[in-house]
Antibody, heavy 117, light 110 residues
Framework: EVQLVESGGGLVRPGGSLRLSCAAS????????MNWVRQAPGKGLEWVSS????????YYADSVKGRFTISRDNAKNSLYLQMNSLRAEDTAIYYC??????????WGQGTLVTVSS | QSVLTQPPSVSAAPGQKVTISCSGR????????VSWYQQLPGTAPKLLIY???KRPSAIPDRFSGSKSGTSATLGISGLQTGDEADYYC???????????FGGGTKVTVL
């Protein structure tokens, strides 16, 4: 059974940093593209970033480019999102999602990031 | 403003059918597979349809998907109160090099 468990969310001040983690199990992690997708309170889904299994392909939404960094450790079956220079508009639930083909298929339960002074 | 366009809401009585449209362009829906997601209140999104019209094994055949040109449609037949949720379409956009989603459609069972 595919399982994705996010962690690392919390309250952070504007301009601060946070690192999210996603622990994957139930599949061969290194062979799948992975995504981070976020959802602001009461809003729709917003894709944040994607990384290929080999790390050869990495993509970011314009809204986070230059501030967020996606990475993965295939030996640890883990996905990460380093978030710097956080803004109030980054407040959201952040979901880790496995891609099958080009779109997310399996989703974690999410971790809440709140950016506030 | 979402890249993909969905109606904000649709509604129907129990047992009826609803359809949700998702409109895009050639760089996204026109040349890539479409997925649909259901998000029940307070929960993570769940995959309903992938590759335009395929259902994961656990998804009942009341849910169906189709695509024509730069638009896709999700159908929900035999509507149940448990189907009240937000529904999102999503796909890859080759021009943006990004996953794109619709703004979401709230389904209400009258």
């Amino acid at each position: 059974e595919v399982q994705l468990v996010e962690s690392g969310g919390g309250l952070v001040r504007p301009g601060g940093s946070l690192r999210l983690s996603c622990a994957a199990s139930g599949f061969t992690f290194s062979t799948y593209h992975m995504n981070w997708v976020r959802q602001a309170p009461g809003k729709g889904l917003e894709w944040v970033s994607s990384i290929s299994g080999s790390r050869a392909y990495i993509y970011y939404a314009d809204s986070v480019k230059g501030r967020f960094t996606i990475s993965r450790d295939n030996a640890k079956n883990s996905l990460y999102l380093q978030m710097n220079s956080l803004r109030a508009e980054d407040t959201a639930i952040y979901y880790c999602a496995r891609a099958d083909g080009s779109s997310p298929h399996y989703w974690g339960q999410g971790t809440l990031v709140t950016v506030s002074s | 403003q979402s890249v993909l366009t969905q109606p904000p809401s649709v509604s129907a009585a129990p047992g009826q059918k609803v359809t949700i449209s998702c409109s895009g362009r050639s760089s996204n829906i026109g040349n890539n597979y479409v997925s649909w997601y259901q998000q029940l209140p307070g929960t993570a999104p769940k995959l309903l349809i992938y590759d335009n019209n395929k259902r994961p094994s656990a998804i009942p055949d009341r849910f169906s998907g189709s695509k024509s040109g730069t638009s896709a449609t999700l159908g929900i037949s035999g509507l149940q109160t448990g189907d009240e949720a937000d529904y999102y379409c999503g796909t890859w956009d080759s021009s943006l090099s990004a996953v794109v989603f619709g703004g979401g459609t709230k389904v209400t069972v009258l």
